[in-house]
């Protein structure tokens, strides 16, 4: 059998390029929703990879934070020892400090002339306080402590006589001001 096409020519072809057209955009457009999906897939896969290495690196954020915390723990430890060993040496210079001082003082005293009855050391300040035979053994004591190279000054703070078992002795007060570093003194050389 044959057919017949009694449609004009132009309107058949119009017919058959609005169909190629809608072809084209279905195909275009299972082409574009294929391309969306396969980049959905491919970003979904990243993220989730991207969350199992970020629950991974909470969970080693957690066990550091652990050693962290111990490296802390051990810092301040550290810290404290350091302030104990730093005490110990301050207190260590500073006993040498006032066995150094007294040593000085006892040094400077005239034998079996003058009785010291009070020693007061507050950091590098010292008071003395005691009895001698009379005015001129109190200079003598002050000029051998002026002499002395662990004292950078000495004042008399008081003098007054006094009787003592029936003899008339001079009470007297000095006060000294200390040095922290000795120099060498000559007496030690030779």
Same mark, same amino acid.
């Given at each position: 059998?044959?057919?017949?096409?009694?449609?004009?020519? /132009?309107?058949?072809? /119009?017919?058959?390029?609005?169909?190629?057209?809608?072809?084209?955009?279905?195909?275009?457009?299972?082409?574009?929703?294929?391309?969306?999906?396969?980049?959905?897939?491919?970003? =979904?896969?990243?993220?989730?990879?991207?969350?199992?290495?970020?629950?991974?690196?909470?969970? =080693?954020?957690? =066990?550091?934070?652990?050693?962290?915390?111990?490296?802390?723990?051990?810092?301040?430890?550290?810290?404290?020892?350091?302030? $104990?060993?730093?005490?110990?040496? $301050?207190?260590?210079?500073?006993?040498?400090?006032?066995? /150094?001082?007294?040593?000085?003082?006892?040094?400077?005293?005239?034998?079996?002339?003058?009785?010291?009855?009070?020693?007061?050391?507050?950091?590098?300040? @010292?008071?003395?306080?005691?009895?001698?035979?009379?005015?001129?053994?109190?200079?003598?004591? @002050? /000029?051998?402590?002026?002499?002395?190279? @662990?004292?950078?000054?000495?004042?008399?703070?008081?003098?007054?006589?006094?009787?003592?078992?029936? $003899?008339?002795? @001079?009470?007297?007060?000095?006060?000294?001001?200390?040095?922290?570093?000795?120099? =060498?003194?000559?007496?030690?050389?030779?």
């Amino acid at each position: 059998m044959i057919k017949v096409n009694l449609l004009p020519v /132009r309107q058949w072809r /119009r017919k058959e390029a609005v169909r190629r057209q809608i072809s084209v955009f279905f195909l275009t457009l299972l082409l574009l929703l294929s391309v969306l999906l396969a980049v959905g897939i491919t970003v =979904q896969g990243k993220l989730v990879s991207k969350r199992d290495e970020i629950a991974a690196l909470e969970k =080693q954020k957690r =066990q550091l934070a652990f050693v962290n915390k111990k490296i802390a723990q051990v810092n301040k430890k550290r810290k404290e020892i350091e302030n $104990k060993f730093t005490s110990i040496e $301050k207190l260590q210079r500073g006993r040498s400090f006032t066995v /150094r001082a007294f040593d000085e003082v006892v040094t400077a005293m005239p034998i079996d002339r003058v009785w010291l009855t009070k020693m007061n050391l507050s950091g590098t300040k @010292m008071s003395l306080s005691g009895v001698a035979l009379d005015n001129h053994t109190v200079a003598l004591f @002050m /000029r051998r402590l002026e002499h002395s190279p @662990m004292v950078a000054s000495v004042s008399l703070s008081m003098t007054r006589k006094k009787k003592i078992m029936g $003899k008339e002795l @001079m009470e007297f007060g000095l006060s000294l001001g200390l040095r922290e570093k000795k120099t =060498q003194d000559v007496k030690d050389k030779g």
